[in-house]
T-cell receptor, first 115, second 114 residues
Framework: AQKITQTQPGMFVQEKEAVTLDCTYD???????LFWYKQPSSGEMIFLIY??????QNATEGRYSLNFQKARKSANLVISASQLGDSAMYFC????????????FGAGTRLTVKP | DAMVIQNPRYQVTQFGKPVTLSCSQT?????MYWYQQKSSQAPKLLFH???????NEADTPDNFQSRRPNTSFCFLDIRSPGLGDAAMYLC?????????????FGPGTRLTVL
C-alpha cells in the first residue's frame, strides 16, 4: 500500500520566491518520523529536514521549513527565497517506529527554479 | 569529513556478467542499506544490514546479493545482470533503526548493462 504520496510530479518557481511541495502519508503508528531529501542531477540524496510525530513545532532548517499538519497527515516542505541551485528532485519519506523501521519514499517532485 | 563512499561512480557491464558495487562508511553507523533507483522514480529498498543481521526485502530478486564483511564496508553483488537492472544504486547508512534516524546517502553508482 502506498504510504507516501507526492501529488506534484513537477513544479516551477521564480527565483527568490517561496514554493511549497506537498506530501501526505498514511500510517497507523503514533510514533514516526518524516524526512525530506533533495536529489540534484548528480544523483546524491541530500538530507534536508526532519519532523517527529510528537514534535509540537514545525521543523525549520535555514530556508527549509516543514508544514506539519498531523490530523491531515501532511508534511509539506516550504522553500523560501528559491535559488537556482534548488532545482532538483525532492523526496518525502517516512520511518515508522514499528513495521521494520524501513524508510519509505514518495514518488518525488521535480522542482525547477526559473531565473 | 565523515561520509558514505561508493565505488565506482559509473559501472558498465555486459548482460549476464557478474558485477560488484562497493560502499564504505566512516560514520560508524550500525545500519547499511542498498537501494535501486530507476530514472525519475523513488529509491527502492533492496536489503539492509543491521550490524551483521541481513534483512532482505520480499520482492528483491535472487539475482541480487549483499555482503557486509565489517562495519565499514558493504557490497552489492549482481550475479547475472539483465537489461532491467540498469539503474542508479544508492548506498545509505543510519546510526540506528529508530524512526528519528535520518539516512545518509552515498553519491551512487550508475550501472549500465550492455
Amino acid at each position: 500500500a502506498q504510504k507516501i504520496t507526492q501529488t506534484q510530479p513537477g513544479m516551477f518557481v521564480q527565483e527568490k520566491e517561496a514554493v511549497t511541495l506537498d506530501c501526505t502519508y498514511d500510517t497507523s503508528d503514533q510514533s514516526y518520523g518524516l524526512f525530506w531529501y533533495k536529489q540534484p542531477s548528480s544523483g546524491e540524496m541530500i538530507f534536508l529536514i526532519y519532523q517527529g510525530s510528537y514534535d509540537e513545532q514545525n521543523a525549520t532548517e535555514g530556508r527549509y521549513s516543514l508544514n506539519f499538519q498531523k490530523a491531515r497527515k501532511s508534511a509539506n516542505l516550504v522553500i523560501s527565497a528559491s535559488q537556482l541551485g534548488d532545482s532538483a528532485m525532492y523526496f518525502c519519506a517516512m520511518r515508522e517506529a514499528y513495521n521494520n523501521n524501513d524508510m519509505r519514499f514518495g514518488a518525488g517532485t521535480r522542482l525547477t527554479v526559473k531565473p | 569529513d565523515a561520509m558514505v563512499i561508493q565505488n565506482p561512480r559509473y559501472q558498465v557491464t555486459q548482460f549476464g556478467k557478474p558485477v560488484t558495487l562497493s560502499c564504505s562508511q566512516t560514520l560508524n553507523h550500525n545500519v547499511m542499506y542498498w537501494y535501486q533507483q530507476k530514472s525519475s522514480q523513488a529509491p527502492k529498498l533492496l536489503f539492509h544490514y543491521y550490524d551483521k543481521d541481513f534483512n532482505n526485502e520480499a520482492d528483491t530478486p535472487d539475482n541480487f546479493q549483499s555482503r557486509r564483511p565489517n562495519t565499514s564496508f558493504c557490497f552489492l553483488d549482481i550475479r547475472s545482470p539483465g537489461l532491467g537492472d540498469a539503474a542508479m544504486y544508492l548506498c545509505a547508512t543510519s546510526r540506528d533503526k529508530g524512526q528519528h534516524n535520518e539516512q545518509f546517502f552515498g553519491p551512487g553508482t550508475r550501472l549500465t548493462v550492455l
